[in-house]
């Protein structure tokens, strides 16, 4: 294992020092229980954006606490969700009276602790309402699943309704935006190379030189199926195929078109990989009236890309559009 | 014979280490069908659950078992803490107050554990989860009581309970968790917490058994 | 050879339609020459940065073009510097007639590239100033080699500049306040793994697992010496001593501390490294008053890291501060 | 017998196989001490020269040789780039408008090139660049055209300079360009623009011989 670390052990909390300290001005860092929250929360009056999950994935959560969108992140360690205590102290740490909504990723880890602490908070006097983000085409939602997995879409999910609270909206008109966007979004990854978690040591699959792993998640899980490497164009194409037909998008729709990088990937085959999206789109009559490319939702090292589209309606472009300020998404700030 | 507050402190104690000892086999098992980490997500959690006995003063059973549910809930993470702490803290509100606990209230103590993680976690049999072991070890408990075993017979029936059910998962496809993504390829591989609890259990019926065997011999 | 690509000959092509695509808004891309230019060029009577140089180092040079920063990026083949007629082209298309300041990293293809290209724009009658940036403190500068070579401190002198030519400031002054940075910054690399350029298929060199090589140039040229792999914190020390000893950085300097990774470093490692950095300033009583954490000057998908060290005075500091929105910096707008 | 535009022709076509067909060799030297690129940055460079001879008419050896100069001045990039293009566009500007050229003519076109890559490089012979190969072969053909010989015996010559420059500066320790990065770790290695000029004069030998032989024939 190759790693610019000190202890496997001490990962999380020595990356968290350095956000704190790179981004002081952004947010504060809590080390027991760990949570990152606003430098300037709680924001009075203003719905309480809070999110989390294992660590691995930066900058998802921590990059995106800040103006416009998170109010608060828990991470855990590495793959591995938060605890309930930790929601409970980020969301106490950052209510401001309207309340707070929980950002939860479909693992059945992430969604019994969340649903753990969102009992625990309710007692505590807080209002909560949690919302679970299941975009992965990549698993059949269905009785023989534990559902769709919550990937990119998050992301995009969290800017949408970061701008939705920060615009003064309710905790039910936010949960009511971020659940649409659950269901306007869909995503499917895929990897050229494992990731390998520090205190494990051990890549968390193994694939042959001319072998990639389509459908991957985001915590090393192997994919959907195991597959010869092929181009950009064909592998852009079985996730687009997936993405395109399961919602379905349609000739005529408005996107935001969103290719992920897992961490090990260089920004030139992201660019590669959007250019062959865009033309597929194009082939298709759907439009790409938004864009993100590069690093966001990450699985360490690992080398492969994500695409994730969503639908856009006059509200969402217009939220999407408006300022953020965040470590790792800031814009009209 | 019944048990104290103190020899469940101990039989805990034990657990700890075998969960310990079998971290790295338990993380194996996890990346074969899931993300890798059941072994250090378990050894995190009970090293802080020895940790809080050291300074804890636990007067009765159910106290004992309330303290190790808050803390694994509070350190573990991942599905095994919530599951794992649910189990443990319907357990403990089984024991109530009771000083002592007899067969039967191990058996009705296991048996609530049991239900407390189907209800969260809403997996069935046949799932490829720690339901698979779970169950058939309640309902092994509950016989072995009903024949008049001691504890440590009841909780040896539940060990043996746990490792077949434990065992007839292997081949199934997981529904429920992690390892439900990989589909048919989940086929053939051990659950990993199938396979913790079997050595929890393993490691209280031999504990039991231990005291037992002592408590003759004085 | 393990990318998302479809042609080894055509990737830097098709990844720079994808920046196109992707940032319409921002820039525009000329295919033959090669080069990317502000999409609202030439601005009239402001000084134009001109920059380029082999592709693989994604952001660098195409996502640092746009408003303060870059007028135009000059893309070369994977690791080879650009042709002087791509120079000369983008040059013609973004003088705004305040003259155009080429932003060269001194290597020997790149300076005599560049400096072709100079000499045949300035026959065209564009005045033109050039300063090559030498920041690499892994390599001695002396009559034993082709001098320092530049890295990150690029992108901190194409910020700073780039704020100047905003602001105003004519061709040479632009150009005094781009070699005053260069004057304050050092920086040094280094790699856990090697990277791959597309069209040789081959690992630029060969690590072994417990191994990293230190003092690493952006090309995936062997560095200075091949070290047993340490701690982070031995990594970073080992980068900071000969950066802090060589300016020299003194107890009270206000700097800027930049932490880049060579494209396959996850996130997680490089806040953990620059907290590390932190530490080890904070030892010497070096201030740490602005931060960049990320991959922005790279290496493929080469995993490792760079730090670099600006001192910074008012001047440059307003300058940092400036807005800037390009596609992979972007603040105050 | 003299040169003519069209025996340049023939000879930069057998130059730019020549360069090919040694692409993924001279790209392997430069990954031992440099970036691995010389090979593709040549082979690039050649393949757009040859596709320029076929469309554009070059009357004289002169305008041959500025039509190579500015194509790989605008394909190449690299080091390798400017200095190839600079070494063919003052070797042009030493023929003139001349429609042959003769054995010293040759003589003096190369000397004016191996001028010009120092003149833009500023590398001396010792500091294990393309120099080193470059100085010899033009001193050796200096001394063949002096003893009389041929275009022929000339670019023998020129040849074998190059061949035993370029490896007298393998056990050197580059000085100049990326291979200078590497210190110490650059000795050993043979420096891959004094290999590829090598092979460069080498094609030029072949070719004029073969003319030659050819004119003899007829
Ligand atoms: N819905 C569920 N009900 C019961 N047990 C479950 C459920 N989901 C997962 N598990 C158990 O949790 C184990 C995995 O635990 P662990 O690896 O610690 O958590 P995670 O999957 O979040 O990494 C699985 O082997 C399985 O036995
Ligand atoms: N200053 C110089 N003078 C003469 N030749 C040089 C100089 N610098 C480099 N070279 C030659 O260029 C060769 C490398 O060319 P190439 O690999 O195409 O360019 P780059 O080094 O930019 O990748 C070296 O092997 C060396 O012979
Ligand atoms: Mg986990
Ligand atoms: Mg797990
Ligand atoms: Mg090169
Ligand atoms: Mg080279």
Redesign the interface.
């Known amino acids: 294992m190759?790693?610019?670390?000190?202890?496997p052990t001490t990962?999380?909390q020595?990356?968290?020092?350095?956000?704190a300290?790179?981004?002081a001005d952004l947010l504060k860092v809590s080390y027991d229980?760990m949570f990152i929250a606003r430098a300037d929360a709680p924001i009075s009056g203003q719905v309480a954006l809070v999110s989390g999950g294992?660590?691995?994935h930066?900058?998802l959560h921590g990059?995106f606490v800040g103006a416009g969108m998170l109010a608060a992140a828990c991470p855990?360690?590495?793959?591995?969700?938060?605890?309930?205590?930790q929601v409970i102290a980020a969301a106490q740490a950052v209510d401001g009276g309207a309340g707070v909504l929980l950002i939860v990723k479909n693992?059945?880890?992430d969604v019994?602790?969340f649903?753990?602490a969102a009992e625990l908070a309710e007692a505590e006097g807080i209002s909560v309402a949690t919302v679970v983000v299941d975009d992965d085409v990549?698993?059949?939602d269905s009785?023989?699943?534990?559902g769709r997995?919550g990937v990119g879409g998050t992301v995009l999910l969290e800017k949408i309704a970061g701008a939705a609270a920060a615009r003064g909206d309710d905790l039910d008109s936010v949960a009511a935006i971020a659940t649409r966007v659950n269901d306007q979004v869909r995503s499917m990854g895929m990897a050229?190379?494992p990731c390998t978690?520090p205190?494990?040591g051990?890549p968390?699959?193994t694939l042959a030189?001319d072998e990639?792993e389509m459908g991957v998640?985001i915590?090393?899980?192997?994919?959907?199926e195991r597959m010869k490497?092929t181009?950009?164009?064909e592998?852009v194409a079985t996730l687009l195929d997936s993405i395109v037909e399961d919602l379905p998008f349609q000739s005529g729709d408005k996107t935001l078109l969103f290719v992920n990088g897992m961490?090990?990937?260089?920004?030139?085959?992201?660019?590669?990989?959007?250019?062959?999206a865009?033309k597929y789109l194009a082939e298709r009559g759907i439009e790409?009236s938004r864009?993100l490319?590069g690093?966001y939702i990450?699985s360490?090292?690992m080398?492969?890309?994500s695409i994730t589209l969503l639908k856009l309606d006059d509200e969402f472009t217009q939220l999407w559009d408006a300022p953020v300020h965040t470590a790792a998404l800031?814009?009209?700030? | 014979m019944t048990c104290t507050a103190d020899s469940v402190v101990a039989a805990i104690r034990a657990v700890a280490q075998v969960v310990i000892e079998h971290k790295a086999e338990l993380s194996h098992l996890d990346r074969e069908i899931g993300d890798g980490d059941h072994g250090e997500n378990l050894a995190k959690g009970f090293t802080a659950v020895v940790a809080k006995l050291d300074t804890t003063s636990t007067p009765t059973p159910g106290a004992v078992l309330k303290l190790v549910a808050t803390t694994l809930i509070s350190t573990v993470g991942g599905a095994s803490g919530p599951l794992f702490g649910t189990a443990f803290l319907r357990a403990a509100t089984s024991c109530g107050d009771a000083q002592t606990l007899d067969a039967d209230q191990v058996v009705v103590a296991l048996k609530a554990a049991v239900d407390g993680v189907v209800a969260r976690g809403k997996a069935e049999i046949g799932d490829k989860t720690m339901v698979d072991a779970l169950i058939p070890a309640a309902e092994a408990a509950r016989s072995a009581a009903d024949a008049g075993g001691s504890i440590a017979d009841v909780l040896t029936a539940a060990a043996n309970g746990a490792e077949s059910g434990a065992a007839s998962a292997i081949p199934l496809r997981a529904r429920k968790g992690r390892a439900s993504y990989l589909g048919e390829r989940s086929m053939g591989h051990a659950d990993p917490g199938a396979t913790s609890v079997t050595y929890l259990l393993q490691s209280l019926a031999v504990g039991a058994a231990g005291t037992a065997a002592a408590a003759v011999e004085s």
Chains 1, 3 share one sequence.
């Open positions: 190759k790693k610019i670390i000190n202890d990962v999380v020595e990356a968290l020092a350095g956000l300290a790179a981004h229980p294992g660590s691995g930066e900058p990059g855990g360690a590495i793959f591995t969700s938060p605890t309930p205590d693992y059945t880890g019994l602790n649903e753990t990549a698993v059949k009785t023989w699943t534990a997995r050229l190379t978690v205190h494990s051990e968390s699959f030189d990639m998640g915590h090393g899980e192997p994919g959907r490497l181009s950009a164009d592998i961490g090990g990937t260089p920004l030139v085959e992201l660019y590669l990989a959007y250019n062959s865009r790409v864009s490319v690093n990450t360490l090292e080398q492969g890309c800031r814009w009209g700030v």
